[in-house]
Every structure is written in structure tokens, then in C-alpha cells.
């Protein structure tokens, strides 16, 4: 006689295996899903980027959409998305990841695009004709304004954004001109107008360091610069289109 303890035992045993089994056979399996990339405003598309770049897709490779084509863009997007193969589940990327194998991201705001990737093997389906590069050596760097270029840069080995170089001269040469001028105004102005900057630690820094120099450069005019509001605090925002 068989107990109906044993009986359940063996059905319980029986239904793991199952379930094993079939976990096995979707950590294998690629998932499809919706991927979206195009981000509600630069603000959000840098956000974005510092998300991918703090996970490890330190790789970038820059993508610039041609303004005429602007009706093509979003095929453009769904093209580079399946070449790369990056509409796959959050659990796919973590299982690839265990495994060593490269992923990929993409992310874009108006006619500015970027593709990234981790470290790890590719795989044999995907053509990486691009050309990638890497975020500790090479600067990735995003127009934001007419006037205004931010790039990405690591301060302690912590990704951040700074000013551009060039702006961040250009900045230095309008406030000592100013100064020179005894435009106490104008000065103040440059400075306060940088708040309107996300305040990540690198922009943070140099514009505190123009406060710096905006102070002796007045002084050395027998000018004195009044206090000036400067923004640290950043607030995350909404990054996607509905």
C-alpha cells in the first residue's frame, strides 16, 4: 500500500521539476518587448544617458538624425533598436549579463541620439559595423542650446556632466570682460543663468569656480559682487513620452 503522503510527496517533486524546467527554458529564451527611447526633453535625455552609462554602458557611439528627414526618425529608431537587438526584457539583459554577453541601449532626444553598450562577448547575429567609444577616454558630449554643449566626464571614477571646455572658457572671457567694464549686472547674470543647468556635481563645481573668479576679477576693479543663488540641488525628472 502506498501512503498519501508519499503520493503527494512524489506529485510535489514531480511539479518542481516542471516548473525548473520550464524557468530553464525562458532564461533562454529572448522576450520582446516595447522599447522606448525617444525622452520628453534634453533634461531627460542626459538623465537617461547618466542611467545606462551608472549600469555599466560605458560605450557610446553618438547619432546624429538627419533635421530633413525628420518623418523617418522614429524608423530610424525602431532600425538601429532590432540591429542591436535592444527590446528585450529587463531579465533577459540580466541573464545576458550573468553570462558575460554585450548589451546594448538607445536613447534620443529630437535629432541627437546616442547607442550604448557594456563590456562582454557580442553576439554572432549582430553586425557592430558602428564605431563605439569609450566614455572613460573619449568625451561623450550633447548639444543642449544654441549656445550650451555639456559632456560627460568622471570625477573620482563617478560619471557626472561638466560645461564643454570651449563654453566654459567662453563663460571665464564674458565675465572678465564684463568685469573689466564694471558691469556688476551682467556679471551676475552670467552666473544666475547657469541655474537653469541640471545641477550634477561636475556643473556644480564650475560654477562655483565662476563665482570664484567672477569675485576676484570685480575686485581687482574695485568692484564687489553681491551674493548669488547657486542651484546644487537636482531633481530627477519625468524622461519618456507617453
Known amino acids: 500500500m502506498v501512503r498519501a503522503s508519499t503520493v503527494d510527496a512524489r506529485v510535489e517533486w514531480e511539479l518542481v521539476s516542471i516548473v525548473n524546467r520550464e524557468v530553464t ?34 560605450y ?36 545576458r549579463k550573468k553570462q558575460g554577453r554585450m548589451n546594448f541601449a538607445y536613447v534620443r532626444w529630437e535629432d541627437q541620439a546616442v547607442l550604448l ?58 565675465i572678465a570682460d564684463a568685469a573689466e567694464r564694471r558691469d556688476v549686472k551682467h556679471v551676475v547674470e552670467t552666473i544666475e543663468h547657469l541655474n537653469g543647468l541640471p545641477a550634477w556635481k561636475g556643473i556644480f563645481e564650475q560654477k562655483l569656480a565662476l563665482y570664484r573668479f567672477a569675485k576676484t576679477s570685480l575686485a581687482k576693479h574695485q568692484q564687489k559682487l553681491p551674493a548669488v543663488f547657486i542651484r546644487r540641488k537636482r531633481t530627477p525628472i519625468k524622461v519618456w513620452q507617453h
Open 117 to 174: 553598450h557594456t563590456k562582454g562577448k557580442i553576439d554572432d547575429e549582430i553586425t557592430m559595423d558602428d564605431t563605439f567609444l569609450d566614455s572613460h577616454k573619449d568625451a561623450l558630449t550633447i548639444r543642449v542650446g544654441d549656445q550650451m554643449v555639456l559632456e560627460l566626464a568622471y570625477i573620482d571614477d563617478h560619471a557626472t556632466y561638466k560645461i564643454h571646455p570651449t563654453i566654459y572658457r567662453d563663460l571665464k572671457a564674458e
Open 25 to 58: 527554458k525562458l532564461r533562454h529564451r529572448t522576450v520582446l518587448v516595447v522599447y522606448r527611447c525617444k525622452t520628453e526633453s534634453w533634461q531627460g535625455f542626459i538623465q537617461q544617458i547618466m542611467h545606462y552609462v551608472s549600469r555599466g554602458y560605458s
Open 60 to 95: 557610446f557611439c553618438m547619432v546624429e538624425l538627419p533635421k530633413r528627414k525628420q518623418s523617418k526618425w522614429e524608423a530610424i529608431d525602431q532600425k538601429l533598436i532590432e540591429k542591436y537587438g535592444i527590446n528585450i526584457a529587463k531579465w533577459n539583459r540580466r541573464y
